[in-house]
T-cell receptor, first 115, second 111 residues
Framework: EPEVTQTPSHQVTQMGQEVILRCVPI?????FYWYRQILGQKVEFLVS????????KSEIFDDQFSVERPDGSNFTLKIRSTKLEDSAMYFC?????????????FGSGTRLTVV | DAKTTQPNSMESNEEEPVHLPCNHS???????IHWYRQLPSQGPEYVIH???SNVNNRMASLAIAEDRKSSTLILHRATLRDAAVYYC????????????FGKGTKLSVIP
């Protein structure tokens, strides 16, 4: 079954450093998303991306965050200057279409630890 | 997304059926009912969705009340691998990109 692949599985970074989290969505999917889950808390929406631009973003997705689809297969989330509170699991997801009749496929996540 | 209410936790014996309830009394006519689950240390996993009629797939069945104010996810034979947090989510009509996750129901499966 097709999968969403995320790398690395775990990243440790120092506060103030830039990190890039990488995702390879399912090949025929057109919509891409990032979610995060702080330990013990709910899964939260960050951003959605379609046709090489951001479609929707949450309040969490401030100027420190950016997304990019640098080639035909990768989808990245960059955090410019990490803070301790950015420590969380970050999940990439993709869907074939936007409509509410379609499910999302999530990756296994990247655990980001900011020290 | 409209609000849903689920029990915090449930238990089931292995190989028994499990009925996971969800209330969504403020659902509107175009809202789809989606279920996802999250196994420990994994990303959310799509389970099933429906609009008005009951739905079956290889993972589960979804029973939707006639007034659509509640639904039930049915796992026909619980296995240890089904131990997870199950989320009931309403997807509004076109134009909504995000899934709004609540706390879900933590299902424990007893061997």
């Amino acid at each position: 079954e097709p999968e969403v692949t995320q790398t690395p599985s775990h990243q440790v970074t120092q506060m103030g450093q830039e990190v890039i989290l990488r995702c390879v969505p399912i090949s025929n999917h057109l919509y891409f998303y990032w979610y995060r889950q702080i330990l013990g808390q709910k899964v939260e929406f960050l951003v959605s991306f379609y046709n090489n631009e951001i479609s929707e973003k949450s309040e969490i997705f401030d100027d420190q965050f950016s997304v990019e689809r640098p080639d035909g297969s990768n989808f990245t989330l960059k955090i410019r200057s990490t803070k301790l509170e950015d420590s969380a699991m970050y999940f990439c997801a993709s869907s074939v279409d936007l409509g509410s009749a379609y499910g999302y496929t999530f990756g296994s996540g990247t655990r980001l630890t900011v020290v | 997304d409209a609000k849903t209410t689920q029990p915090n936790s449930m238990e089931s014996n292995e190989e028994e059926p499990v009925h996971l309830p969800c209330n969504h009394s403020t659902i509107s006519g175009t809202d789809y009912i989606h279920w996802y689950r999250q196994l420990p240390s994994q990303g959310p996993e799509y389970v099933i969705h429906g609009l008005t009629s009951n739905v079956n797939n290889r993972m589960a069945s979804l029973a939707i009340a006639e007034d659509r104010k509640s639904s039930t996810l049915i796992l026909h034979r619980a296995t240890l691998r089904d131990a997870a947090v199950y989320y009931c989510i309403l997807r509004v009509g076109a134009g909504s990109y995000q899934l709004t996750f609540g706390k879900g129901t933590k299902l424990s499966v007893i061997p």
